[in-house]
């Protein structure tokens, strides 16, 4: 929309053009506003429908944000604005503005242009009503943005919990949490459920449910930087359900409602005025100071990845962007826009995140199959199949990523055949001495953790491929000990205290100082206990060797704008040496044997250059004439240091 304003101001400068942005609820409203607001374009709020009449009559402003029921009031109080240099962007355009209130746009603005935006696909006969805006001006797909890249794949897992609990289901639970886990970890989750013969009856099925997700998210979002989101049915169930999250301990859970005299989702009157609802608003108003408060620092706590799971009820379920978000819990009755505008809370965009994750916990899709572009449940069958491509992904998907990415890993190696296990090892370590390939191997390693770690998330399709995927984590065992391997022995380990040398030789080396000297010496590779272990650990000469020259390469590297020609020497010292171990030329024990030497000499600072006697010791005097090398040929050079 900004930029579109952009255009149209562009554009049509001359004729002075006058834009209105409407929406159908508040929270959109603000965001709308403060969009534009963060840019050079700024855009009045109208607070009322007399303020609205205000904004359009004085021509106070370029640029007016609104709620649609605002033009009630306008339509009373205005004469119609008969300009045609008017421009109407209508968001959300699939809902409220098809009814009364789009005709009362048209009487307050009868000649103005109508853009209508919608962020969901629109239903089959919601198609036939786009004729209130025109035609179709551009699609851009749920599919297109997914490969584009611009949002992420969700992937579906339906796990539906009956209202009433049986032994069946508490079976299946304590079955699919405990799986994975050690006997340490075991005892402390039967510790919990042990609890569970308390509650009563009307609880038990909140209990479970709370009691599972709970599991799952320490499993799948401890250690990252990820949140998640629950949609729960009512307010109360909602505190039901914080008050057990509580109870475990283990997470920091939040709960944003409305105030309890607003209807949200399927909720009754006499439910929403509950003692239990309205005990929890005073405490919030208490805490917070007021609802504005409360509902900005949750959302703030949440956005910042300070809150694990907010518990929500219809808050937040639209209009609402927090990257950190990847898993979508749901336990309440969602369908058609209101079901894909709720998924689409977790398919944002994040460093280090590359799926969004749906576990519903009221079976809402009773299919789900992307090959046929089917969705059949919670109404998602009245729109056109294309439309939905690619919008939700079925959890079985994952293990066909699953063995992609352990088919590809093991491909790379496919020509390497050793008898033994020791063999094979140091074989697919030698056969990694490219750079690119070792990248490769990085890059295919990431995605094959990274797609054992999803499907560990997706209880039922774990439970139904568990001996494939222990025996795909087995050769992940193999391979992430190479991978450990291969680090060490061509360094491409990021050591952190070298960066912090780089750091302070580049601050050296562009501040000034009255005089010069030396700022940094070369260290014996050879005497870091650290790096020793991890000769040690590598086995195989040649192996050692490898890591003594990276370690090496990189310490020339660091050095080299201090006396590129002393440092150059070294590097085709170490280059020809390598080369000679390569051609087979020297054995594996006359390579570690150079590579030593090589270690003990840079440390020392040998002469490998042949400098004149009288800038033996002199350093910065060593860097000059390596320069000067290069400016005059070898006789020139050969005559200076006769005379």
């Not at 009856?201 to 629950?230: C, V, W």
């Not at 460093?351 to 899709?365: E, N, Q, T, V």
Request: glycine share 4%; charged share 30%.
């Amino acid at each position: 929309m900004v930029m579109l304003c952009r255009y149209i101001f562009y554009r049509y400068k001359k004729d002075k053009p006058k834009v209105v942005i409407v929406t159908d609820r508040v929270d959109l409203d603000d965001q709308i506003h403060k969009t534009f607001n963060d840019t050079d374009l700024r855009a009045s709020k109208a607070i009322s429908g007399n303020n609205l009449v205000s904004l359009i009559n004085n021509d106070g402003a370029d640029i007016v944000t609104t709620i649609v029921n605002k033009f009630k009031t306008a339509v009373d109080n205005i004469e119609p604005v008969l300009s045609k240099d008017v421009f109407i962007l209508v968001d959300e355009s699939h809902r409220t503005q098809y009814g009364s209130f789009h005709t009362k746009m048209k009487k307050v603005f009868p000649n103005a242009c109508y853009l209508g935006f919608t962020g969901t696909p629109l239903m089959k006969d919601e198609k036939n009503t786009m004729i209130k805006f025109g035609d179709l001006i551009h699609t851009y797909t749920i599919s297109k943005a997914v490969a584009d890249g611009t949002i992420l794949p969700l992937y579906y897992e339906g796990f539906m919990v009956d209202q009433e609990v049986n032994q069946r289901n508490i079976d299946n639970t304590l079955d699919i949490i405990t799986r994975k886990l050690n006997d340490s970890q075991k005892q402390d989750v039967m510790k919990k459920w042990s609890r569970f013969s308390k509650i009563a009856s009307s609880d038990q099925r909140i209990y479970l449910i709370a009691f599972r997700i709970n599991e799952h998210y320490k499993e799948n979002l401890g250690d990252t930087p990820f949140n998640a989101m629950f949609a729960t049915n009512s307010k109360v169930d909602s505190i039901r359900y914080l008050k057990y999250f509580e109870r475990f301990e283990d997470l920091n859970v939040k709960l944003l409602i409305s105030a309890p005299d607003m209807r949200e989702g399927f909720d009754d009157i006499d439910e929403e005025s509950s003692d239990e609802v309205v005990r929890f608003w005073k405490k919030m108003m208490a805490d917070y100071g007021d609802k504005e408060t409360y509902e900005r620092r949750i959302k703030d706590e949440f956005i910042h990845g300070d809150i694990d799971i907010l518990i929500v009820v219809d808050k937040l379920l639209t209009g609402f962007d927090a990257p950190s978000a990847q898993i979508l819990y749901i336990d309440k009755p969602l369908k058609e826009h209101n079901l894909l505008q709720a998924i689409a809370r977790v398919n944002r965009l994040q460093d280090g995140k590359d799926r969004g994750i749906i576990i519903d916990f009221r079976g809402l899709l009773s299919e789900l199959d992307s090959a046929m572009n089917m969705y059949s449940g919670a109404g998602l069958e009245n729109f056109d199949p294309k439309d939905l491509e690619d919008t939700l992904r079925d959890s079985k998907m994952a293990m066909s990523e699953l063995r992609q990415s352990h088919s590809v890993l093991l491909d790379m190696f496919i020509n390497i055949d050793e008898k033994s296990n020791e063999d094979y090892f140091n074989a697919c370590s030698n056969f990694l001495y490219d750079d690119k390939l070792r990248n490769k191997f990085y890059e295919n390693m990431r995605n094959l953790r990274r797609n054992i770690k999803f499907i560990e998330a997706l209880d039922s399709v774990y439970i139904e491929n568990e001996k494939e995927i222990l025996s795909i984590k087995k050769d992940l065992k193999f391979f992430e000990e190479l991978e450990k391997s291969v680090k060490s022995r061509y360094q491409d380990i990021v050591d952190i205290s070298s960066l912090n040398d780089d750091m302070q030789n580049l601050i050296d080396r562009n501040v000034s100082s009255s005089s010069t000297s030396r700022i940094t010496h070369s260290i014996n590779i050879l005497n870091d206990k650290e790096f020793k272990s991890e000769l040690a650990r590598l086995g195989n000469k040649a192996s050692q060797a490898d890591a003594i020259r990276s370690r090496l390469s990189q310490s020339i590297n660091s050095n080299y704008n201090f006396n590129p020609m002393y440092y150059e020497k070294f590097s085709e010292m170490i280059e020809k040496t390598l080369n000679e171990y390569k051609d087979k030329r020297i054995t594996e024990a006359e390579y570690l044997k150079k590579m030593y030497e090589y270690a003990e000499d840079f440390h020392n600072e040998k002469d490998v250059v042949g400098y004149p006697i009288n800038i033996k010791n002199n350093f910065s005097a060593q860097a000059y004439y390596g320069e000067l090398l290069k400016l005059y040929d070898d006789e020139d050079i050969v005559n200076s240091k006769k005379n």
